[in-house]
Every structure is written in structure tokens, then in C-alpha cells.
Nanobody, 121 residues
């Protein structure tokens, strides 16, 4: 059973950078596409960035110039580098995995428990 555990969240100032990590355990021989999502209070969960096993990436327009997703397949670690953070980036950030990129954006997926990011002005 695939399990995802996020880390790296915290409280920062606007303009700061923060790096989130997600460790996958219980990995099977089938490679997963993985991604980052976030949910702010009172808002729907939104997809931010996804990456397939070969390193192909897709980003939401809202973050593509500030966030970078990467993965280390040997260590089963997914990373989200967030730069120039804004107060509106405040949210719970979740790691997720699915067999394909399209399914990761809109289909059934495995979720981590989330890590909180708070950006103050």
C-alpha cells in the first residue's frame, strides 16, 4: 500500500522561499505520477504541479513562474520548491500520487496527510 508523508511546511514572510518534501513508502514496481495540491480555508483543493516518472512536468498557471516540482526516483522523494511566496499561498499543501498525469489532475489518487504553509505580509 502506497503511503505519502509530507514535510517542510512552516510560517514564512512574503517574498521568502520554502521547500516541501514528500516521501513515498510501500512503493510498488509500478512507477507513479506525483504532484502537489493545496487547499486554503473555505476554498476547494487545487492542483499546483505534477511530474511523471520520466520527469515531465505540468504546472498550474498560478504558480508556474514561482514553484518548481522535482523528484528523486531512487529515494522516492518528491519536492516542491516555492519562491517569492505570497500571503495568498497560505494553505495546507498535499502530496498525491496516481498512475498517470491526467488521473493525477482529475481522477482518483492517493493523498498524503498534508503540511501547513503560512505566509505573512
Amino acid at each position: 500500500l502506497l503511503k505519502l508523508v509530507e514535510s517542510g511546511g512552516g510560517s514564512v514572510q512574503a517574498g521568502d522561499s520554502l521547500s516541501l518534501s514528500c516521501r513515498a513508502t510501500g512503493y510498488t514496481s509500478r512507477p507513479y505520477s506525483m504532484g502537489w495540491f493545496r487547499q486554503a480555508p473555505g476554498k476547494e483543493r487545487e492542483g499546483l504541479a505534477v511530474i511523471d516518472p520520466d520527469g515531465r512536468t505540468e504546472y498550474a498557471n498560478s504558480v508556474k513562474d514561482r514553484f518548481t516540482i522535482s523528484r528523486d526516483n531512487a529515494k522516492n522523494i518528491l519536492t516542491l520548491q516555492m519562491n517569492s511566496l505570497k500571503p495568498e499561498d497560505t494553505a495546507m499543501y498535499f502530496c498525491a500520487a496516481a498512475p498517470t498525469l491526467p488521473q493525477l489532475w482529475v481522477g482518483s489518487k492517493t493523498w498524503g496527510q498534508g503540511t501547513q504553509v503560512t505566509v505573512s505580509s
